[in-house]
């Protein structure tokens, strides 16, 4: 091992850092975080790092160098784009013991500064000695998007406990277990969704030996339009430690294959006429396999929230006290809009962006149309195919213009992305020369004309 890496505690120490600018600013905003008092000495300060040796309690030095300067330090930085001056520093450094880092000069270095993934009070510190600090910087982006930002909660959360913990288990083989299904069970769950105060609970009553005897919980997730890079983190995250899943049609296998391996997969279907499971009994099941014990992802296309029935389903999950969490996803019209180039809404195309289902209950046209034909409203229309030609009438009959601009975009945001456009009066003609499938999304307005400036993504066939 080329450095061991130990954590410094500088709160309240005198730090020196040679230089006064970009270099020097990056090192003197952690320095500063970690309480350390800067003395910055350059011929020349720049304003953010005076303002961090304010924050900082310490002093700038406004001449160039000299080696007095160590005086009092117990760290010294090197950060000058000047690489003799850098060079004796470091010398000057080594010479009295006093650990120094160069900047960009691992051999002139008696410490480095690792990538930190900072959780405090949990920090990851992750190096390559000097070598690859790229290869360390991409570990690190990682482990970012793999830790909760809130993860160091919890350890503020044992910090509480740990007293009555050591109290109640004098062996530390029984602490470390009892410990270990804290952080990995419903309290850390609890705690990571922002619950803190019900995970306290959840932890005190494990302590009294009442916890609850159920332990399951529900995770609503938004898997997003379809390309499995526009999931969120949180989404991943649940769907890696979930026992179960439960899934529409319209997640893609892509998707599905990033769930934990041995998780058993449910599939609850929704095709138009073909509900694989009728709703109550999709509720129904949620709550069975939660009082089981069993974390349950319920994954949806793209947002939960709409057009989701998302609110149905924990309607059910609260009404039986299942715990649940909601996790937002890109909705169809976001992912499918910025995917085939259409803004949503523009200064000067569309102040105002409706969603709307055009799932007509028994081939009516119970839409609000007086509320649809304005010019500069985009309307986005989720499961509108089948109801097309009556919408498009019904648009056109109401007011807005024929010419109006209109898109198909099927299977957005997926390799075989799909998209044609034309207006109002042609789409349903577009439908039938195209075969157009499910899952289609019709986007209504001006913005359209954006595409022909703004696609970039190129699905698997050619567009109109
Ligand atoms: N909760 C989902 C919508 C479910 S309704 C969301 O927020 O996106 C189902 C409708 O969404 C489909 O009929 C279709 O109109 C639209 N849709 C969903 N994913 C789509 C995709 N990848 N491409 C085009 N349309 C999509």
Not at 240 to 245: I, L, T
Not at 260 to 268: E, I, K, L, N, S
Not at 416 to 422: D, E, H, K, L
Request: net charge neutral; hydrophobic share 45%.
């Amino acid at each position: 091992m080329e450095f061991l890496p130990l954590f410094h505690n500088l709160r309240g120490a005198r730090v020196l850092v040679v230089g006064g600018g970009e270099i020097a600013l990056r090192k003197s905003r952690l320095l500063a975080d970690s309480g350390a008092v800067l003395r910055v000495v350059a011929p020349e300060i720049g304003a953010e790092v005076r303002a961090l040796i304010e924050r900082s309690g310490g002093e700038q030095i406004l001449r160039g160098y000299t080696e007095s300067d160590l005086n009092g330090c117990v760290l010294i930085i090197a950060a000058t784009d000047d690489e003799p001056l850098n060079a004796q520093v470091s010398a000057d450094a080594r010479q009295r013991g006093v650990p120094v880092n160069v900047v960009d000069a691992p051999a002139l270095c008696s410490v480095i500064f690792p990538a930190i993934v900072d959780r405090s009070p949990l920090v990851i510190a992750v190096s390559s000695g000097g070598d690859a600090p790229v290869l360390a910087r991409l570990i690190r982006a990682k482990l970012e998007t793999w830790i909760p930002p809130t993860y160091g909660h919890l350890a503020g959360l044992a910090a509480r406990f740990r007293h009555q913990v050591k109290g109640l288990f004098p062996n530390v083989q029984q602490r470390r277990a009892f410990w270990e299904d804290v952080f990995q069970g419903p309290i850390a769950d609890r705690q990571l969704a922002g619950q803190g105060a019900e995970a306290e609970r959840l932890l005190q009553a494990k302590i009294d030996g009442d916890a609850p005897a159920t332990t399951g919980e529900v995770y609503l997730v938004g898997a997003g339009p379809g390309d499995p890079d526009l999931l969120t983190f949180r989404a991943l995250r649940l769907m890696q430690q979930a026992d179960v899943v439960l899934y529409d049609r319209l997640v893609a296998p892509a998707i599905l294959d990033l769930c934990r391996r041995d998780a058993d997969r449910v599939y609850v279907g929704k095709q138009r006429a073909d509900h694989a499971l009728p709703q109550d009994q999709i509720n129904q099941q949620l709550v069975d396999l939660a009082k089981q014990g069993k974390r349950v992802v319920r994954l949806k296309g793209g947002d939960p929230f709409i057009f989701g029935r998302g609110g149905e389903e924990i309607e059910e999950l609260a009404a039986h006290g299942i715990p649940f969490q909601v996790v937002p996803g890109i909705t169809a019209a976001s992912g499918c809009a910025a995917y085939a180039g259409i803004p949503l809404t523009h200064r000067d195309h569309a102040q105002s962006v409706r969603f709307v289902t055009g799932h007509l209950k028994n081939g009516t046209t119970d839409l609000p149309w007086k509320d649809l034909v304005s010019p500069s409203q985009t309307l986005v229309l989720y499961m509108g195919l089948i109801g097309l030609p009556v919408i498009c009438e019904q648009l056109i009959k109401h007011g807005r213009s024929a010419d109006t601009p209109a898109a198909l975009i099927q299977q957005g945001t997926t390799v075989n992305q799909r998209v044609f456009t034309g207006t109002l009066a042609n789409l349903p003609q577009l439908v039938a020369e195209h075969e157009v499938h499910a899952p289609t999304l019709v986007i209504v307005g001006e913005v359209v004309t954006l595409r022909e400036k703004l696609a970039w993504f190129e699905g698997a066939q050619a567009s109109v």
